[in-house]
């Protein structure tokens, strides 16, 4: 009778544990990972854009990684805010159009878009007061859960809804017919209802 101190299944203290594939540790130089000794290196020949050996010309293309942060989310939305280029051709923002919420850039100031005129909008202040600004002056509010969104990019453009939930990149929003969507944050502007 094995006692269950001699044990080398699970939980054992047994420094030497048989390895159920049939070598060791010395005989597949290290595990899962490991490098059999020798590794790649580019040689003289690759420096100059020339391949020497198959492995080289072999080689998968690199992949870019993204991740997906705050800092990403930062970064499309100053993207989106960017001030126009100016002229006659000046661009404007997907999200500068009536009823979108936005702030002034000089004063922090709270409005919505009422009218629009070329690259110029009159918007209403949050105390009533009227004011007509370029859209190199504005910048989109933020939606905040339970706002009511227009979604102004991907595939739903144009819907608009309640913003139900926000998951990192994604959110929730329940448009008029009580469907949900999960859209690109980044593709929503806040905007004031019909009534």
Do not use: Y
């Not at 299944?9 to 490098?35: K, L």
């Not at 009580?178 to 859209?183: G, L, N, Q």
């Amino acid at each position: 009778v094995k006692q269950a101190d001699d044990d080398d299944g699970w939980g054992s203290n047994s420094n030497e544990q048989s390895n159920p594939f049939g070598s060791t540790e010395a005989d597949t130089g290290g595990g899962w990972g490991a490098s059999s000794g020798s590794t790649w290196a580019p040689s003289a020949n690759a420096e100059n854009g020339q391949a020497s050996s198959s492995v080289a010309s072999a080689a998968p293309p690199a992949v870019k990684e993204e991740s997906t942060t705050s800092a990403t989310n930062q970064v499309k939305r100053e993207t989106m805010e960017a001030d126009t280029m100016g002229g006659d051709g000046e661009e404007t923002p997907v999200w500068f159009m009536e009823r979108v919420c936005v702030k002034l850039k000089s004063d922090e100031a709270v409005g919505v878009i009422k009218e629009i005129s070329g690259a110029t909008a009159t918007i209403e202040l949050e105390g009533g007061e009227s004011k007509t600004v370029r859209v190199s002056e504005l910048a989109m509010v933020e939606p905040k859960e339970h706002d009511i969104v227009l979604v102004t990019g991907g595939a739903d453009v144009g819907v608009e809804g309640e913003l139900v939930c926000i998951d990192g990149t994604d959110a929730i929003l329940k448009d008029a017919k009580e469907d949900f969507k999960i859209v690109d944050f980044v593709h929503l502007a806040k905007i004031t209802s019909d009534t």
